[in-house]
């Protein structure tokens, strides 16, 4: 048989059996909604590359596993057969570095191995973390965790926060993300409460590691491991992997719809007015089919100086956003500087970073002012 013979004899038999799987009919798919299985129905990992992962190229992302060091404690942070914790937060936070390593992040570990490192000095990586262009800090911190209940049902996926909704824009952008994802892949009892949690439900100060974080920060508490049946799934690096790639996936979606940002802000006196200054930035692909028009929800546009809302002017074309108040704020300036905070989203609703900026008086310069960025609100630490 010569090879021009054997191609068409298997083109000829590729196209009879196509010519036997033609679409399927509306029956047919209907039919497959009469026997739906479970949510709890487990899965072996399935990880392609998430298209949108280039999106978060080039970003600095520090990861946190909980707790280590620790397994000397009797009890500690273990589940009813005594898997401890810290080793699956472990395996989870060294399979979703490879995954965003492969995606061209810059990850940063708080711990190496089985050891213990407090809660300020974890949120301290992340605060201090040097990069190449000079900035200090990294773009995101997420602590990995898994929860306990004395109720041995208990089995759902949470995201925290610290402090108050309005304290947390950006971390709540990407908590969003990262909560349903964890439910979805890991197939824990999703409605069960809210996926998003402030970290004050648990303590009045919240948690340290949330409240000493300067960047964006959220706390995953993925599954609870004091469900007998979930702990056992949490032993094996398989469901690890879920959890990972779950993870993985929400961080893809969160940058998929960019973080907006703004020029530092400028501040200048003129006559017996203070005029403040930035341009907006929507944080979306500047190459977007529409990237011309206007991308920024004008109605979340918002200046704050000390707590009080200012008047503010967005020119749409230049993306500009202006407000002033009277001079008499100057002296509050030259006392110890003032907090600015500027908010505004894009039309997927994701927040800006940084929002606070001190304001300081300039002493090189009279009558100038310097401008610096400020971490977000945070709640004082409870005696």
């Not at 230049?318 to 009277?326: F, G, N, P």
């Not at 039309?347 to 300081?360: D, G």
């Not at 090189?364 to 960025?373: H, I, Q, R, S, Y």
Request: hydrophobic share 35%; charged share 25%.
């Amino acid at each position: 048989m010569t090879w021009r013979s054997l191609w068409v004899s298997v083109l000829g038999l590729t196209v009879a059996m196509l010519a036997g799987c033609g679409p399927t009919s509306l029956d047919k798919a209907m039919s497959r909604l009469d026997d739906r299985p479970d949510w709890k129905t487990y899965h072996k990992p399935d990880v392609p590359r998430h298209p949108a992962e280039k999106h978060l190229q080039g970003w600095f992302i520090v990861l946190d596993p909980g707790h280590g060091g620790e397994a000397h404690k009797k009890g500690y942070k273990r589940g009813p057969t005594g898997v401890r914790e810290a080793e699956m937060n472990w395996r989870v936070a060294k399979l979703l570095e490879r995954l965003l390593v492969d995606a061209g992040v810059h990850v940063t570990l708080t711990r190496h191995s089985d050891e213990f490192i407090g809660l300020k000095e974890r949120a301290e990586i992340a605060n201090n973390l040097p990069r190449p262009d000079g900035k200090i800090g990294a773009d995101l911190f997420i602590s990995l965790h898994h929860n306990a209940s004395s109720r041995e049902s208990a089995n759902f996926s949470s995201v925290w926060y610290h402090g108050e909704a309005d304290w947390a824009e950006p971390s709540l952008d990407v908590a969003k993300y990262i909560a349903h994802r964890l439910g979805a892949e890991m197939r824990t009892n999703v409605a069960k409460t809210s996926p998003l949690l402030s970290d004050q439900l648990m303590y009045a100060g919240g948690f340290g590691v949330l409240r000493q974080s300067h960047v964006p920060a959220v706390l995953c508490e993925s599954s609870f491991f004091s469900n007998k049946a979930e702990e056992q799934r949490l032993r094996d690096a398989d469901h690890n992997l879920v959890e990972a790639y779950a993870i993985y996936l929400g961080l893809c979606e969160y940058a998929y719809g960019g973080r907006p940002t703004q020029t530092l802000p400028t501040v200048e006196l003129s006559g017996d007015t203070l005029r403040i200054s930035t341009v907006l930035d929507d944080g979306l692909d500047k190459q977007w089919w529409g990237h011309e028009r206007d991308r920024t929800l004008s109605s979340t546009i918002s200046v704050y100086l000390e707590g009080k809302r200012l008047d503010a002017h967005y020119d749409q074309a230049a993306k500009t956003v202006t407000a002033m108040t009277q001079a008499d704020q100057v002296a509050a300036i030259a006392d110890g500087g003032l907090t600015l905070e500027v908010h505004h989203a894009n039309k997927l609703k994701h927040h800006n970073y940084p929002q606070r900026y001190q304001i300081i008086t300039d002493p090189n310069a009279d009558g100038a002012f310097l401008v610096t960025p400020l971490g977000p609100r945070r709640a004082e630490p409870q005696p």
